[in-house]
């Protein structure tokens, strides 16, 4: 599946010499190491490697959640690598999207309230556009079950159109089907392939190779340095994914 | 497959971009109320024994330092009403020392009488007593004494007596008993006409190194000035007693007193402060203060540690959850706010009602303590609440520090299972959770 060019393309990320090292002294951990990536916009980057090898910090910088021990970070268009965190979360709120693996739906709230918050919280947007997000994921009828009530997949799609309800130039999924099965699995990358076909840049960290097949691109990741950055001329339907 | 079209907002629909950000709230959003309510239904049993201590805490305070207050007034208004003396004077020229007091600026009244300790036999106990000349036509203007049976002193009935009350109760006497007095010229009898309380023996203390007194030890009798100096032995009064104006005892007059009774020749100058009935139940009063301070802050300090506690647990549990807001832009404040909510409303579940415990237990504890130490006008008075806010205070700092942290980064952990629901395992659906 290609990049569509009749939708607005948003988003995209641009990283140069990218550091990023934890701790200080003997106990100084360096994460990432002078990583150079692009992303372009309406991209669905996938990016993998092995656990420890500094995907979740490369999201994590992408999304602005860490700032860069060195290098610089622009994400839609916007310089972020020496942002103070005031800042950052206005930038995120207003570019960035994620989706973890552990969904991090409030438990205490609907599946409802659980998009409301977000919307409310961030300002983006208003009630009346949640159930047209929760629709947008095949949850229009699950508005008002509670998470504990809800399966993982369905869970995890309304994390993701919690994740959309500000709607973002960027989503960021770190391990987006790591808890799910191989069949709510495929569900979620359907939806998130499709929100990528409607312009948005999406990119997908994961340790399951399988997913690489509907990438555009592919970045290899291993101790903190890009390893190797594969296009794929012809990315899979996520409905076709197996694993 | 699942969903229809994704919403896509136009970017003239979009919401500005970060030079817009949204309006600082004072109400948290509607969903974080929901939220709040169910989290306080979910952890009930932990949210009252919060709001019980705050309650204890509360009701404790608003009862004794109110009570402490009206214990003031109630003393205050004791003596103002009998007139309690500002200075009393022994020895020396006590008459001359009246006459000159009465010139001074700031002296409302001056007063001499006769006062001597005497053996006596009180009933079955043979304390060493005290008598004190009063004018038995009428009450003195310093010192009077409030006759609460029988009636005051008969200028016709020279060993007509009035009994003090501790005494009186302590030995079950009333009027019509007798009393026998071991004076100058040998015993006398005299008959108790009357039972009184008056304001230098509220606490009937003999002096200020003998406060303690044992009442089969001390007693306290009011007779007649020309009976008491007969018992006595004396020809004239040996004592002199000033009551200042409120603008005097704000001034100096009480120095410039003090300095001419000592030039008077006078063997002891006491001032209200040192007198001892009042010194002893001012120790005891501002005991009291510091209990109604120290208590409650005991108790407010186990509500801000529970509430400390169990917004530490919440927002533990929650951390992912947090993290997951954070990271999508919402900030800080109104996250904060939301759990500090959870202290500020466990606060008021419990000061709200203490204040009414309180209120009324007010009532009970100043009563208890007048009549348990015998003041004769009990004083309730409503104070304004300006320290009760210190309980919802309490818990809101208890909530602050957990309710600050923020962990943008901990969205990308599992969730732990203090408190919050971990996902069910992939595909099956979870246990229903009731609303």
């Known amino acids: 599946m290609a990049v569509v060019d009749t939708v607005r393309r948003r988003g995209g990320a641009r990283l140069r010499g990218v550091d990023k090292t934890y701790g200080s002294g003997v106990a100084e951990v360096a994460a990432l190491r002078g990583v150079d990536l692009d992303v372009e916009p309406g991209e669905l980057v996938v990016v993998l490697g092995p656990s420890g090898s500094g995907k979740t910090t490369l999201l994590n910088l992408m999304g602005g959640i860490e700032s860069p021990t060195a290098g610089e970070v622009t994400v839609a268009g916007v310089d972020i690598g020496e942002r103070p965190p005031s800042s950052l979360a206005d930038f995120r709120r207003d570019h960035v999207g994620f989706v973890f693996q552990f969904f991090n739906l409030i438990p205490t709230l609907t599946a409802y309230e659980n998009v409301e918050v977000m919307v409310e919280l961030t300002g983006r947007g208003t009630r009346d556009d949640v159930p047209g997000l929760l629709e947008a994921v095949g949850l229009a009828d699950r508005g008002d079950h509670f998470p504990a009530q809800l399966s993982g997949g369905q869970q995890q799609r309304v994390a993701l159109a919690r994740a959309i309800a500000t709607d973002p130039d960027v989503l960021l999924c770190d391990e987006p089907t790591g808890a799910l099965d191989l069949e709510t699995g495929r569900t979620v990358l359907e939806l998130l392939q499709r929100l990528n076909a409607d312009g948005r840049t999406v990119v997908i960290v994961t340790h399951n190779a399988s997913v690489a097949a509907m990438a555009h691109r592919v970045v290899r990741v291993r101790s903190g340095r890009v390893d190797r950055v594969e296009r794929n001329e012809h990315p899979a339907d996520a409905s076709a994914l197996d694993w | ?435």
């Not at chain 2, 009244?109 to 004018?135: F, H, S």
């Not at chain 2, 030890?217 to 000035?225: G, I, T």
């Not at chain 2, 040996?238 to 410039?256: H, K, M, S, W, Y």
């Not at chain 2, 993290?323 to 579940?349: I, N, T």
């Open chain 2, 1 to 435: 497959m699942v969903g229809t079209a994704t919403p896509q907002r136009t970017v003239a629909e979009r919401p500005a971009s970060s030079s817009a950000r949204p309006a600082p709230r004072v109400v948290p959003p509607r969903a974080l109320r929901i939220k709040t309510r169910r989290d306080v239904r979910r952890q009930l049993p932990q949210f009252v024994a919060v709001a019980v201590t705050v309650l204890l805490g509360v009701a404790l305070f608003v009862a004794s330092f109110d009570a402490f207050r009206n214990l003031e007034a109630s003393y205050d208004t004791t003596y103002t009403r009998l007139h309690f003396a500002d200075l009393t004077v022994t020895g020396g020229d006590v008459a001359r020392f009246a006459g000159e007091a009465a010139g001074v600026d700031g002296v409302a009244a001056t007063a001499t009488r006769t006062q001597a300790d005497l053996p006596m036999q009180v009933g079955t106990a043979k304390p060493y007593g005290r008598v004190i000349g009063l004018p038995p036509a009428g009450q003195p203007p310093v010192d009077q004494v409030d006759v609460v049976a029988g009636t005051y002193l008969d200028p016709g009935r020279p060993d007509g007596v009035l009994l003090e009350r501790h005494a009186a109760d302590h030995f079950g006497l009333g009027p019509g008993a007798t009393v026998e007095v071991v004076g100058a010229d040998g015993p006398r009898t005299l008959t108790v006409v009357g039972v009184a309380d008056s304001p230098e023996y509220l606490w009937p203390a003999r002096s200020r190194q003998d406060i303690l007194t044992d009442p089969d030890s001390f007693a306290v009798v009011f007779a007649p000035e020309a009976t008491a100096r007969a018992l006595a032995g004396v020809t004239g009064p040996n004592q002199a007693l000033v009551e200042l104006t409120p603008a005097g005892r704000a001034g100096d007059a009480l120095d410039r007193l003090e300095a001419r009774a000592r030039a008077a020749g006078a063997a002891d100058v006491q001032p209200r402060a040192e007198q001892p009935s009042n010194a002893a139940l001012h120790e005891d009063i501002n005991g009291f203060a510091e209990m109604s301070v120290a208590f409650p802050l005991l108790f407010l300090t186990a509500a801000a540690i529970a509430a400390y506690v169990l917004l530490t647990r919440r927002v533990l549990s929650e951390r992912p959850v947090i993290g997951m807001l954070r990271a999508a832009g919402a900030r800080r404040g109104p996250v904060v706010v939301h759990y500090l909510g959870h202290g500020v409303l466990a606060g008021l579940l419990g000061a709200v009602p203490g204040v009414v415990v309180g209120v009324v237990a007010t009532t009970w504890v100043t009563r208890a303590y007048t009549s348990a130490v015998d003041v004769p006008d009990t004083v309730v008075a409503r104070h304004p609440p300006a320290r009760w806010p210190a309980s919802p205070s309490a818990c809101s700092w208890g909530s602050w520090a957990p309710g600050r942290r923020r962990w943008p980064r901990r969205a990308s952990r599992p969730p732990r299972r203090c408190g919050g629901s971990p996902p069910p395992a992939a595909g099956a659906p979870g246990a229903g959770a009731g609303r």
